[in-house]
């Protein structure tokens, strides 16, 4: 997807790394700023609530809570309801469930608890697309500016349960990657304003094992749609570290974003938040690479742009 402009005129993000013990540490939000009543933030999950807190303080960066649609990605969705529900089903013989676990349960459970709390009547939409559940969320909310809306919230989210965290153990997933979780939220428009913190000029995604030779030459030719190359960048993120020497070999400033927010599938979305904080004082027209790669099973570049 190239010869896109989608200005970022808000930003936030909440994000944890590390082990269990390490991510009950680290400093949250005061969520009651963003979920004033205390009986709906007891009912809410972790991610529930720092989707919300996220998606909230997004739009109060922008100066405004006008939004004329809401666009999210989760690659897991809401796993903590997910596996209260299914434990109640066992436990009661599948009699007398609490439906409550089942409905925060869904995926698009936070894209509709934002339009609740914003009393929002607009496109509401959720993608579940795995790794690349983000990118494709992006790449909605592009037809939406295409189509005429003007301000768009979009996001994405994923929780670590102690469950999930053990299965990825026993697979071995985390003897390569850092535990992560987070959620991050952007307000995009086709329109420049002085919030602006940047733009979204191209997005490429692939599905599936895609090798680093791979990457680094769909990267090039994606620079090249814009009319320009590698020596046109001021920074590269990558979600593989092992891509990072590549850049760093040519003097390009290099970060493993992936080291501040750790694995999961909306990473990319952090991705994005970290790149957009690198533009803030930089100059007009300075490019941000931005690779991220989930497992074995997406990868994505993006180009964004002062």
Not at 212 to 235: D, Q
Not at 262 to 288: C, F, H, I, M, Q
Request: negative net charge; proline residues 2%.
């Amino acid at each position: 997807m190239t010869g896109i402009n989608l200005y970022i005129n808000g930003m936030a993000t909440i994000n944890f790394c590390g082990t269990a013990q390490e991510r009950a540490l680290q400093p949250e939000p005061d969520y009651k700023l963003y979920i004033p009543d205390a009986g709906m933030r007891r009912r809410m999950s972790r991610v529930i609530k720092m989707g919300i807190s996220s998606a909230l303080m997004a739009l109060e960066s922008s100066g405004s809570n006008n939004i004329d649609a809401i666009v999210t990605g989760t690659g897991w969705g809401c796993l903590a309801d997910t596996e209260k529900f299914l434990i109640s089903i066992l436990d009661n013989n599948e009699r007398m469930l609490n439906p409550a676990s089942f409905i925060q349960s869904t995926s698009n459970t936070i894209g509709a608890q934002i339009a609740l709390i914003l009393s929002d009547n607009h496109y509401n939409n959720t993608f579940v697309h795995g790794g690349g559940s983000f990118e494709a969320a992006i790449t909605d909310a592009y037809l939406l500016a295409m189509e005429g809306k003007e301000r768009i919230l979009a996001g994405g989210f994923d929780e670590l349960t102690p469950t999930k965290e053990n299965l990825f153990n026993r697979m071995g997933v985390w003897r390569k990657h850092i535990k992560g979780e987070g959620s991050s939220f952007f307000v995009l428009s086709p329109f420049e304003e002085e919030r602006s913190v940047g733009k979204i000029v191209a997005l490429d995604a692939a599905g599936g094992n895609v090798s680093n030779n791979e990457i680094i030459e769909r990267s090039k030719e994606l620079l090249e749609s814009r009319g320009t190359s590698f020596r046109g960048v001021k920074a590269a993120l990558c979600g593989r570290e092992s891509l990072c020497s590549y850049f760093s070999d040519m003097k390009i400033e290099t970060e493993y974003f992936k080291a501040s927010c750790g694995e999961y599938p909306t990473s990319s979305a952090y991705g994005l938040w970290r790149g957009l904080s690198l533009l803030t004082n930089a100059k007009r027209g300075d490019k941000v690479l931005i690779i991220n790669s989930y497992l074995n099973e997406a990868s994505s570049i993006m180009i964004i742009e002062k």
